[in-house]
């Protein structure tokens, strides 16, 4: 309903861990009036934004939200095929940090300005 009032459709992506007694979850949304930048990508066809990120905490009755931003890397309509490891976003979760390792790859080629970590417990 909402596409047909005019608002337009969102993707997103999902990270989570869950330590058994504790939930954390990072998704990214991408949406055309929330994400900022756009980064230079190395081919045609596939776009990099900055859009609105969000880490989660669910541990016992209680949950902690902490906004951010990162990348979200989309193929544009009509982008030539290529092989499924080209374009890839990876996180894993770094135990000595305590963060989530963010890596983008483009066309097998690293983005740089994407790479981030995400700590769990940031100091304020």
Same mark, same amino acid.
């Not at 869950?18 to 756009?38: I, M, R, W």
């Not at 305590?98 to 981030?116: F, G, K, N, P």
């Given at each position: 309903?909402?596409?047909?009032?005019?608002?337009?459709?969102?993707?997103?992506?999902?990270?989570?861990?869950?330590?058994?007694?504790?939930?954390? %979850?990072?998704?990214?949304? *991408? #949406?055309?009036?929330?994400?900022?930048?756009? =980064?230079?990508? &190395?081919?045609?066809? $596939? !776009?990099?934004?900055?859009?609105?990120?969000?880490?989660?905490?669910?541990?016992?009755?209680?949950?902690?939200?902490?906004?951010?931003?990162?990348?979200?890397?989309?193929?544009?309509?009509? %982008?030539?095929?290529?092989? *499924? #490891?080209?374009?890839?976003?990876?996180?894993? =979760?770094?135990? &000595?940090?305590?963060? $989530? !390792?963010?890596?983008?790859?483009?066309?097998?080629?690293?983005?740089?300005?994407?790479?981030?970590?995400?700590?769990?417990?940031?100091?304020?």
């Amino acid at each position: 309903m909402s596409i047909a009032v005019g608002n337009r459709g969102a993707s997103e992506w999902h990270f989570s861990i869950n330590f058994q007694t504790k939930l954390v %979850a990072l998704s990214v949304l *991408s #949406t055309p009036y929330l994400c900022t930048d756009e =980064y230079p990508s &190395p081919t045609q066809g $596939i !776009r990099i934004k900055v859009c609105p990120s969000r880490l989660v905490t669910f541990q016992s009755n209680s949950y902690s939200v902490i906004d951010g931003a990162a990348c979200f890397v989309e193929k544009t309509p009509g %982008a030539p095929a290529e092989d *499924s #490891t080209a374009t890839v976003t990876y996180a894993a =979760y770094d135990v &000595p940090s305590r963060s $989530i !390792r963010l890596r983008y790859t483009v066309s097998h080629q690293e983005i740089d300005r994407c790479a981030q970590s995400v700590p769990l417990h940031p100091e304020n």
